[in-house]
C-alpha cells in the first residue's frame, strides 16, 4: 500500500520560512515526475512545483519561483517543499503527489489528476 505523508506546515508571519517534508513508503520517487499542489481556502486545487530526474529537474509556478525550492533525498524517499518569504496568499493546504498515470511522460503534468497518489495534505497558514 502507498503511503504519502506530508509534514512541516504551520503558522509563520509574512517573510517567514517554513519546509515541507513528504516521505513515501510502497513507493520510490527515484527519478520519476512527483508534484506538489495547494488549496486555499475557497480556491480549487492549485499546481505549486514539479520535480524529477532525482531531483536534479525543477518547475515552478509563478506565484512561487523564486520563493519556493522543491528537492529530493532518496536516501531517506522524502521529497521536500523550501518555502521562504512566506505571503498571506500562500496560505493552503499543501500535497504531495506522486505516480504519473500516463505510461509515455515527456513532462512532468501540472494537474493533481494525472498522479495516481496524493497525501492527506499539510496546512500552511501565513499571517500579515
Known amino acids: 500500500q502507498v503511503q504519502l505523508v506530508e509534514s512541516g506546515g504551520g503558522s509563520v508571519q509574512s517573510g517567514g520560512s517554513l519546509r515541507l517534508s513528504c516521505a513515501a513508503s510502497?513507493?520510490?520517487?527515484?527519478?520519476?515526475?512527483a508534484g506538489w499542489f495547494r488549496q486555499a481556502p475557497g480556491k480549487g486545487l492549485e499546481w505549486v512545483s514539479t520535480i524529477r530526474n532525482g531531483g536534479s529537474t525543477t518547475y515552478y509556478a509563478d506565484s512561487v519561483k523564486g520563493r519556493f525550492t522543491a528537492s529530493q533525498d532518496n536516501a531517506k524517499n522524502t521529497l521536500y517543499l523550501q518555502m521562504n518569504n512566506l505571503k498571506p496568499e500562500d496560505t493552503a493546504i499543501y500535497y504531495c503527489?506522486?505516480?504519473?498515470?500516463?505510461?509515455?511522460?515527456?513532462?512532468?503534468?501540472?494537474?493533481?489528476?494525472?498522479?495516481?497518489?496524493r497525501g492527506q495534505g499539510t496546512q500552511v497558514t501565513v499571517s500579515s
Open positions: 510502497g513507493y520510490t520517487f527515484s527519478r520519476l515526475c
Open positions: 503527489a506522486a505516480d504519473v498515470t500516463a505510461r509515455v511522460v515527456l513532462v512532468c503534468p501540472t494537474t493533481e489528476y494525472a498522479y495516481r497518489y
